[in-house]
């Protein structure tokens, strides 16, 4: 039995990320959602995956976990499982994926903004430029 003290569920949505355009352009699948029980330092105890595919006409949702992840998913994540189990064959969007994370308290921990990036400055008075 895995200890989740001190971690808490958190998800990450690829292509909202700062980086994930350039990310996806090197995948078989069109979106990414990975979903798992994160510790405050880094890290994870296991974590899964949502990926949405093209498939023929439609874009699809396909749930992936590794092994080492399952007790994770049975132990923390039955109410999203539970909620999933709901959307059963409706080819459930990204973005409408999230919300139902969202609901269920689990924390959004995608970067949207790169950190590192420094405001554009006017080269005539040097202020930033909105």
């Known amino acids: 039995m895995k200890d989740y003290a001190g971690c ?9 990320a700062y980086y994930g355009k350039a990310l996806l352009k090197e995948r078989d699948y069109v979106d990414i959602v990975t979903i798992g029980m ?22 699809v949702p396909r749930l992936e976990c590794f092994d080492d992840a ?7 994540f ?7 189990g709901k959307e059963d064959d ?7 994926f999230c919300d139902i994370l969202r609901k269920l308290k689990i924390e959004d ?15 005539t008075c040097g202020q930033d430029v909105p």
């Open 8 to 16: 808490k569920r958190q998800f990450i949505h690829l292509s909202q």
């Open 109 to 123: 921990y995608t970067m949207r903004e790169n950190p590192s990036a420094q405001p554009e400055k006017c080269p």
């Open 90 to 96: 409706t080819n459930i969007s990204p973005l409408a």
């Open 70 to 76: 399952w007790e994770v998913l049975g132990d923390c």
């Open 38 to 59: 994160c510790h405050k330092d880094g890290g994870t105890l296991g974590e899964f995956s949502v990926k949405w595919y093209e498939l023929g006409k439609r874009v």
């Open 78 to 84: 039955c109410d999203l499982l539970m909620l999933m």
